[in-house]
């Protein structure tokens, strides 16, 4: 059993290394059938840059130079931006447009290779807008594969699919098979990582099919590795398993890729334990982990390390057991905190990303109209032209169509300006939102998590010194606090999923009796505690429509707020009836009330302000907010009447099912 435990575990962490894993060897592949003809191409683009040194460049050379930029990105990453500057400007020189967005994408894959993630965003998506005007399957297949690849970076898996499926539609279309390669198997890690196993190895056949055609070898080492850990992750410890590491390690002894060989030698640890050939499996596992080591791999020797201590604990081993899985938690707890610092810097990343990208669109918005409108003007001089050739009289006839044309053009402007206030108000609302947030982020979860470390480590040093009533009442508060930073980490999650991303409403026909009683059962310590009389009082029988989790969020929320704010002995009542053809769901307690100037700003994020509850329990104001939203989201209201020193009762409507 325990071992399971710790396989589970070693997949988890071994799930994200995958897509890394793949593009630095599709890379290192390309660099090695690339090199041989890169000295000759730069001294001809050294040369073409001499001759047109003051002059402007034709589109054959700009196409040179663009194609070295490309070849030079992981070799020299600064000489790499040099030329595709110069291949924007040159192009932009003479209205070359394909060459802009071939320059713009250039710029956008080293800035992605420096992780400069935002920067390399808003380049690509301007190539990829300039594509999209065009009919070139190759340049917007690019732009879409490209950003597929940065929303992976970002963590945002819906839309890196989304894009790598309009990648590969494009490259299908024009027939560019080689760029599939790639598409397929970035798309079998996402799916991998989404554990939909099914289409990951779907499209990892897909790839594999390519490479052989291809005869890319070691595009198929990594492959058959990737179906060997589908089947390790599926617990199908099969003879098709060893199958595909062994053919995995049959190419890569030609290649010597030792990123590889540590996946390959501890997959086999893997299937060796697993058939209880224990010698065997420590034997491979000691030998991935000297790979691990040569790579300088954080991540894979923190997974050898759990392997091996799973080996050693079946071998009855216990010190070595011991040994391996203490450095593994080591190992776990510093990429752990380097992730969650990487999570933090992704969702600025991703808000920044949807600031620029409005910002983007709204300028190509504007450039469009100013072209329409210069395009509309050539046609009325042209009319005015022929016109007065032809006869006097029809120029009375194009005034009239003048002026009306004229009107249409303010009346577009004065749209457009409207609209662009409008997403001024929106990008200023978001601003907003986004200061709260990281306030939060920084103060009221920063500030619990470093309380909670200090009273643990007083927590260590009191049982150092057998003094365990005080542990135990540090041991208490440590509880609470990190309770606290549970729910507001968990809240803010909620929050966050509803603003950067299309939430995903799945409603559904339930009692809401079900979800009130399980709200009841995780507060019953809370309630018991400050000595609350629950009231419950059904009045309908009928079931609600809506979806089923974010009302379980919603019902837990209001009844952890009107305990927080209710005072020791008072009550707490939660009503089921029918108001105006809808469900009524009530929240009522006798607690200390919301003052009326406070009632106006509950639902705003930015403006509501968190209050302390009736024994000093702490909150944010993301709580009433949040499920304000979720409420909306599932075509429902929610309804809030106080008194100060009396109580709060707070009303959701819902649709009933049909």
């Known amino acids: 059993m325990l071992s399971t435990f710790f396989q589970s575990i070693i997949i988890l962490f071994m799930k994200n290394i995958l897509l890394v894993l793949f593009l630095s060897f599709s890379c290192f592949n390309s660099i090695r059938a690339q090199i041989a003809g890169l000295n000759e191409l730069k001294q001809e683009v050294d040369s073409i840059l001499v001759v047109y040194n003051n002059a402007e460049l034709d589109t054959a050379a700009i ?27 040159e192009s932009s020189k003479i209205d070359y447009e394909n060459g802009v967005i071939q320059a713009l994408y250039a710029q956008a894959g080293v800035l992605l290779l420096k992780g400069d993630y935002l920067d390399a965003i808003t380049l690509s998506l301007e190539g990829l807008i300039k594509a999209e005007t065009g009919e070139n399957d190759f340049l917007i297949g690019s732009g879409f594969h490209m950003q597929a690849i940065l929303y992976q970076q970002l963590k945002n898996d819906t839309l890196s699919i989304q894009n790598f499926k309009k990648a590969s539609t494009y490259f299908k279309k024009g027939g560019f098979t080689s760029l599939l390669l790639n598409i397929y198997n970035n798309l079998g890690v ?9 289409l990951a190895k779907e499209n990892y056949l897909l790839a594999m099919e390519i490479a052989r055609d291809q005869t890319n070898k070691l595009g198929q080492a990594i492959i058959y590795n990737n179906l060997a850990w589908i089947n390790i992750k599926t617990q199908k410890f099969t003879r098709e398993t060893s199958l595909y590491l062994d053919s995995a390690a049959t190419i890569n002894k030609e290649m010597k890729v030792a990123q590889l060989n540590a996946w390959i030698y501890q997959g086999r640890s893997e299937i ?58 080591e190992l776990s707890e510093k990429l752990n905190n380097e992730l969650t610092e990487k999570k933090a810097l992704m969702l600025q990343l991703n808000y920044e990303f949807e600031k620029k990208e409005l910002a983007i669109r709204t300028e190509q918005k504007e450039k469009e109209t100013f072209l329409n409108q210069e395009l509309s003007f050539q046609k009325q001089i042209i009319i005015v032209a022929f016109a007065s050739l032809i006869i006097f009289s029809l120029i009375t006839v194009y005034i009239f169509k003048s002026r009306k044309a004229v009107m249409e053009s303010n009346h577009l402007l004065r749209e457009t300006k409207n609209e662009m206030q409008i997403q001024r ?3 200023e609302e978001a601003n907003n939102s986004k200061n709260k947030l990281f306030s939060i982020i920084s103060h009221d979860l920063r500030g619990p998590m470093g309380s909670t470390w200090i009273m643990l480590e007083e927590v260590k040093t009191m049982l150092e010194d057998k003094s365990y009533d005080e542990a135990n009442l540090f041991l208490d ?62 009045k309908t029988q009928k079931q609600v ?31 089921v009836s029918e108001k105006d053809q809808k469900m009524c769901i009530s929240v009522k307690d006798s607690g200390i009330g919301i003052s009326a100037e406070r009632l106006q700003n509950l639902f705003s994020f930015t403006e509501n302000q968190s209050t302390r509850g ?45």
């Open 63 to 89: 196409n040179k130079i663009n194609k070295l930029s490309v070849d030079y990105r992981y070799k020299s990453p600064d000489s790499s931006m040099f030329y595709a500057k110069i291949a924007y400007l």
């Open 190 to 198: 996402v799916y991998y990582n989404l554990e939909n196993y099914e």
């Open 272 to 329: 060796y334990l697993y058939n209880g050939e224990l010698d065997k499996a420590e034997k491979y596992g000691l030998q991935a982990l000297e790979f691990a080591i040569s790579i300088n791999s954080k991540e894979k020797r923190r997974d050898i390390r759990e392997t091996l201590s799973r080996i050693y604990a079946a071998k009855n081993d216990g010190m070595k057991a011991f040994n391996q899985f203490k450095i593994y938690k």
């Open 425 to 427: 108000d929106i990008l």
């Open 477 to 538: 508060l440590a509880t609470n606090s990190s309770k606290n930073s549970y729910e507001l980490l968990e809240n803010l999650l909620h929050w966050a999923r509803t603003q950067l991303e299309a939430a995903n409403v799945s409603p559904e026909s339930f009692d809401p009796h079900e979800i009130i009683d399980d709200g009841l059962k995780v507060l019953q310590n809370s309630l018991v505690s400050k000595e609350i009389q629950v009231g419950l009082n059904i």
């Open 545 to 575: 429509f809506a979806d089923k989790e974010m009302m379980r969020i919603v019902i837990r929320n209001l009844m952890s707020n009107s305990i927080k704010f209710t005072p020791k002995q008072g009550s707490l009542h939660i009503g």
């Open 614 to 658: 009736t024994e000093g329990e702490v909150g944010t104001g993301l709580g009433l907010v949040l499920c304000n939203e979720l409420v909306q989201l599932n075509n429902g209201s929610l309804h809030v009447s106080s008194e100060i020193n009396v109580g709060t009762q707070i009303e959701i409507l819902l649709p009933f099912t049909s």
